[in-house]
């Protein structure tokens, strides 16, 4: 039995709104229906900082079962100069996982973004991947790394603006 956890952050500025979790019923993979789990988060829309800071949204799902996937999106981060942003998801178990550091250049947004370990193009790929990032793409970190951990405690979604000199033009 598979068990697929999405976390579906948005909103205004940065947010974390919801957590579906598909969990398949029936006898075996042949038989399997997905059910879906939606948990709220409370605390967004949330102001990123123009540098210098770091603002997380907490989200709690209360289900506990084995995960066996997990994916983000769709991501909805306005901001400008998204190259800044260094962003992490960190789960109940004390796992951190890198979704995306500088990535984007001079460029703006993330509108519907969906980060899932198989997708065809990475989000660091600045071939195929720009901003505003718009469409599925795999993390830079794996995803896969919260497989076989808890889903129930609290969630946080980690945006981080480091130290850097103000660019012109923000």
Same mark, same amino acid.
């Given at each position: 039995?598979?068990?697929?956890?999405?976390?579906?952050?948005?909103?205004?500025?940065?947010?974390?709104?919801?957590?579906?979790?598909f969990?398949?019923?029936?006898?075996?993979?042949?038989?399997?229906?997905?059910?879906?789990?939606?948990?709220?988060?409370?605390?967004?829309?949330?102001?990123?900082?123009?540098?210098?800071?770091?603002?997380?949204?907490?989200?709690?799902?209360?289900?506990?079962?084995?995960?066996?996937?997990? $994916?983000?999106?769709?991501? $909805?981060?306005?901001?400008?100069?998204?190259?800044?942003?260094?962003?992490?998801?960190n789960?109940?178990? $004390?796992?951190?996982?890198?979704?995306?550091?500088?990535?984007?250049?001079?460029?703006?947004?993330?509108?519907?973004?969906?980060?899932?370990?198989?997708?065809?193009?990475?989000?660091?790929?600045?071939?195929?991947?720009?901003?505003?990032?718009?469409?599925?793409?795999?993390?830079?970190?794996?995803?896969?790394?919260?497989?076989?951990?808890?889903?129930?405690?609290?969630?946080?979604?980690?945006?981080?603006?480091? $130290?850097?000199?103000?660019?012109?033009?923000?």
């Amino acid at each position: 039995m598979k068990l697929t956890m999405l976390l579906w952050p948005a909103a205004a500025g940065v947010g974390l709104a919801t957590l579906l979790a598909f969990l398949p019923l029936g006898g075996g993979p042949s038989s399997a229906q997905d059910t879906c789990l939606v948990y709220s988060s409370t605390d967004i829309p949330k102001d990123i900082p123009a540098i210098n800071g770091t603002v997380t949204s907490t989200l709690t799902v209360t289900d506990s079962f084995t995960l066996t996937d997990v $994916n983000v999106g769709p991501l $909805n981060i306005t901001h400008t100069w998204v190259a800044d942003l260094q962003v992490h998801l960190n789960s109940p178990d $004390n796992v951190r996982v890198e979704l995306f550091t500088n990535v984007g250049d001079d460029r703006d947004d993330f509108v519907g973004t969906v980060l899932d370990d198989a997708a065809a193009e990475s989000i660091g790929n600045t071939a195929v991947a720009s901003a505003p990032f718009t469409g599925t793409f795999s993390p830079e970190g794996m995803l896969s790394t919260f497989v076989g951990g808890a889903s129930a405690g609290s969630w946080q979604l980690e945006i981080r603006i480091p $130290n850097v000199p103000a660019k012109w033009g923000r």
